[in-house]
């Protein structure tokens, strides 16, 4: 059954990506696209002439993808919070060192942000599991799902993940790595065809890898995670017609005053 | 007994003969077949499973004394030639400590050495001579496994790259020979166990960076050279200070001995041990040196100011770890070197220079290397050797190619290295490898640091104090990702592969070392993991395996068109730009006044305990 979920991840995260287009359609008053949007642009996509710069810089967008689908499995199979958080650090260097092989301005200033953008939530992330390690006693995901109560031992880590998911799943105040106004797509901007898709499928994992941060919350209680889920999924949302994006610098510096504090405080605490 | 005599012997002789031999081919071959038999002693060395001791003879011992005063007195004819002040000072300062101390320790008469070393009436009594002057034990074996492997490693590239230095063969020569004899000075330190031998030999690498660091012998040079000095003999000061309380409190200089003894003022003595040990890991505010010690030439960068020499930090620390370990001076080191791993990458942002860079980030890991030993738990130990020796490897590779881009590219600032990958492009597959193998799993590095995550936290329900060590570990790490993949930013950058490489081919002689350096990284990472003995941590190695193996599975790419990267239109030329973050001024002087309010707090914290 876990290996079902493992291989439509994917596709699980499409449909969170759907979803979360119609969600903000609706908050904005508009009609918005389908829910299978994403599945649609994907097909279109297998259609068009695939361009290549060079074939290093194609075939680490191709790792990045499975990598990051290499983390998720470790999630879905209850591994180490440690490794979990590492897989994934590496599956992003190699999407930054795609973004520097090329000769784009576009793409070094994306992967400039995207450097920035990982240390801004890596720090944050492995407090998290270093909270949940002082809880629950160990780093396993499926030992930390045995126990509960995590919210209330620990809401300022909480408070502190959801302030960096708006980072990971590139949504306002900090969807610098994006902003299509600015950077012309950043990264991904010199990809075509089967490799482009290869990256936007990473954006699908990238929704069930953030939270499922947000689900360990709900620890031996998935409908407490559900609901957990849920409720931060609906706030991102929020917060993102809200607001405007920020510069990334200030990003930076928000994220390590608050967040950080946020986390040193509720980990004292837990001492 | 002949292997531990092998290490300490074999680099000097053979060092000898390098220095006798002008032909480069004869110089390869001496050091190729230095670096075989010096690994090969040090890996059996290793696994075997005694300790040995050695006793100095009389004479060996009123050698090193006078050895010891004839260096003092070189520093302060050095201190008075070039004119530096603080130089003088140390050094008198040194020099009364040394005699005072060896005419205050038990039977030894060091007045009869100034009395112009004639008459030799050493006695010796029997609290001495209890435990021997050389000791090798456990730590002594691995620290020889890396002196001598990477510093062989070393030794060899350095022939291919003084070939290019403008300088007289003689002087070539007398480079790589001096090299090959700081290998048996770090072999002899490592299992040292008198302090006062400990000491000579501490002054002994201190001579070593200032002459290697003068090699050149312009402005920049000799100042950065007199800088080391001065830095590292308040090193050799603390330690005298550490030995003299040793003397006159428990009739020893043996350290073991001493780490057997309580009460008193014992923990004031190994403090101040500890003290030199930050001085010679280049923590803050003490980097100064380290960071002026690049302009030597770069063999000299990778030995002593990376994987060897600067790794007595950490070993002391080690050595010292048992004594220290829960108590108000092992906390304070701790908290030391974790402030200063997060402090010295954030310093390395500001800087341009690749050299330097490197520079900072070894001081930095050098702190957390300093901090997990400090902690003291069996754990933690471990984890920190790890650290040493896959930060050998990780350093020596990136400086050797450092050296690489520097003779044969002419670049030493990271924005002359800007598309570097074309030009270069195996050099530049090495630095990023060595990047990676210091930042993502599964490369030992990581796997330490990670491992380091863990096992830290596990002691904080104990030892909340830990927490900033944890944390430091967390950004410290976040922060160095950035430094590194910064520099990648701007060496990488290549056009589309439809246009001819330009690419210059790597010689020979500077690709054999990297190679064998990427291949121990790659092999002791593999051992690293299967000494784990968690199937679990295995995992972390598939997706290195992946990304090797996907050019092979795709095998080809021509099925798809090329075309050039996308300028929106816009005319004009590309520039990878790289970021820079500085502290402001006023920012800097109060990390540096608190790192040296913290530096002087470790001896408060030892005399108060």
């Not at chain 1, 995901?141 to 045995?146: G, M, R």
């Not at chain 1, 559900?226 to 928000?254: C, E, H, P, Q, S």
């Not at chain 2, 990284?521 to 784990?532: E, F, H, L, R």
Request: charged share 10%.
């Amino acid at each position: 059954m876990i290996w079902v979920w493992i291989a439509f991840a994917p596709i699980l995260g499409g449909l969170a990506y759907g979803g979360e287009r119609v969600l903000r359609a609706r908050m904005q008053r508009r009609q918005g696209p389908p829910l299978l949007q994403p599945f649609y642009d994907m097909f279109k996509l297998l259609d068009k002439r695939t361009l290549i710069v060079h074939s290093p810089h194609a075939l680490l967008a191709v790792a990045h993808f499975f990598i990051l689908w290499f983390s998720i499995v470790a999630i879905f199979m209850g591994w180490n919070l440690l490794y979990i958080i590492f897989l994934h650090l590496f599956a992003q260097i190699l999407l930054i060192l795609a973004g520097y092989s090329v000769r784009s301005v576009y793409s070094h200033i994306g992967a400039n942000r995207e450097l920035l953008m990982l240390i801004a939530y890596e720090p944050i992330l492995l407090l998290v599991a270093v909270g949940f390690y002082l809880e629950s006693g160990s780093f396993e995901i499926s030992e930390i799902l045995q126990k509960g109560g995590y919210l209330t031992s620990m809401p300022l880590l909480f408070a502190a993940l959801a302030m960096v998911i708006p980072i990971k799943v590139k949504k306002s105040p900090f969807d610098v790595g994006e902003a299509h106004q600015e950077i012309v797509g950043g990264v991904e901007i010199e990809y075509s065809g089967i490799f482009y898709e290869f990256l936007y499928m990473s954006r699908f994992l990238e929704y069930i890898f953030i939270y499922s941060f947000v689900f360990l919350f709900g620890g031996v209680s998935s409908w407490v995670g559900t609901v957990l889920v849920a409720g931060t999924f609906l706030a991102v949302n929020l917060v993102d017609n809200a607001t405007a994006r920020v510069k990334t610098a200030d990003m930076l510096k928000i994220i390590y005053s608050i967040a950080m504090m946020l986390c040193i405080v509720n980990i004292a605490g837990i001492l | 007994m002949e292997m531990v005599l092998t290490l300490f012997l074999l680099p000097v002789v053979a060092s000898l003969f390098l220095v006798l031999s002008p032909n480069v081919r004869v110089q390869y071959v001496l050091s190729g077949a230095v670096l075989a038999l010096l690994s090969i002693t040090a890996f059996s060395l290793y696994n075997s499973p005694n300790i040995l001791t050695f006793h100095f003879p009389q004479t060996l011992n009123t050698f090193v004394v006078a050895a010891d005063i004839v260096l003092l007195l070189f520093f302060l004819y050095q201190g008075k030639k070039y004119d530096s002040p603080k130089v003088i000072i140390l050094a008198i300062v040194q020099l009364v400590l040394f005699l005072y101390i060896e005419h205050a320790s038990p039977g030894h008469s060091a007045q009869v050495v100034i009395d112009g070393l004639t008459k030799f009436t050493m006695e010796y009594s029997p609290s001495s001579t209890n435990s021997a002057e050389i000791v090798v034990d456990e730590l002594s074996k691995f620290m020889f496994l890396i002196i001598n492997i990477v510093g062989g490693i070393i030794v060899l590239y350095s022939v291919r790259y003084m070939e290019d230095e403008p300088v007289s063969p003689l002087k070539k020569q007398l480079f790589i020979g001096a090299l090959l004899v700081f290998l048996s000075v770090m072999n002899l330190i490592v299992c040292a166990n008198s302090l006062m031998l400990f000491f000579f030999l501490f002054e002994m690498t201190t001579l070593a960076s200032y002459v290697l660091i003068a090699f050149r012998n312009d402005e920049t040079s000799r100042a950065n050279a007199l800088k080391a000095l001065w830095m590292n003999q308040i090193g050799g000061v603390v330690i005298l200070l550490g030995a003299l309380i040793a003397i006159k409190g428990f009739e020893t200089v043996m350290l073991d001995t001493l780490m057997q003894r309580s009460g008193g003022w014992v923990l004031l003595s190994i403090a101040l041990l500890a003290m030199a040990a930050l001085v010679k890991g280049a923590s803050i505010p003490f980097e100064g040196w380290l960071l002026g010690a690049m302009v030597a030439p770069t063999p000299v960068s990778a030995m002593l100011h990376s994987a060897t020499m600067v790794k007595i930090a950490p070993y002391l620390i080690l050595r010292l770890a048992p004594v220290i370990g829960s108590t108000a001076v092992g906390g304070m080191i701790s908290i030391i070197g974790s402030l200063v791993f997060v402090a010295a990458s954030y310093l390395a942002l500001s800087r341009s220079v690749f050299k330097e860079i490197l520079g900072y980030s070894t001081v930095a890991l050098l702190g957390l290397m300093m901090a997990l030993a400090a902690i003291g738990t069996k754990e933690s130990i471990m984890l920190a050797m790890a650290l040493m020796l896959f930060h050998a490897l990780s350093k020596a590779l990136l400086f050797l190619s450092a050296g690489v881009l520097e003779r044969v590219h002419h670049a030493k600032n990271i924005e002359e290295m800007k598309g570097m990958v074309s030009r270069s492009p195996k050099t530049v597959g090495f630095i990023i490898f060595g990047f990676m193998s210091l930042t993502l799993p599964p490369f030992g590095l990581f796997m330490g640091k990670m491992f380091a995550i863990a096992s830290v936290a596990s002691l904080l329900h104990e030892r909340p104090l830990l927490l900033i060590v944890v944390l430091s570990l967390i950004v410290g790490s976040a922060l160095l990702v950035l430094l590194y993949f910064k520099v990648a930013s701007a060496l990488l950058a290549s056009s589309s592969d439809v246009l001819p490489s330009q690419a210059t081919p790597l010689p020979l002689g500077f690709g054999i070392p990297l190679w064998l350096l990427a291949f121990l990284t790659v092999g002791m990472a593999g051992g690293y993991i299967m000494m784990q003995q968690k199937m679990s941590v295995m995992v972390l190695a598939l997706p290195l395996i992946f990304v090797i193996l996907l050019p092979v599975i795709v095998r080809s790419m021509n099925g798809y068109d090329r075309s050039q990267p996308y300028h929106c239109g816009e005319k004009e030329s590309f520039d990878s730009a790289l970021v820079y973050y500085k502290p402001s001024h006023y920012m800097q002087q109060a990390m540096y006044w608190s790192f040296g309010i913290l530096f002087i707090s470790v001896a408060i914290f030892g005399a108060l305990s």
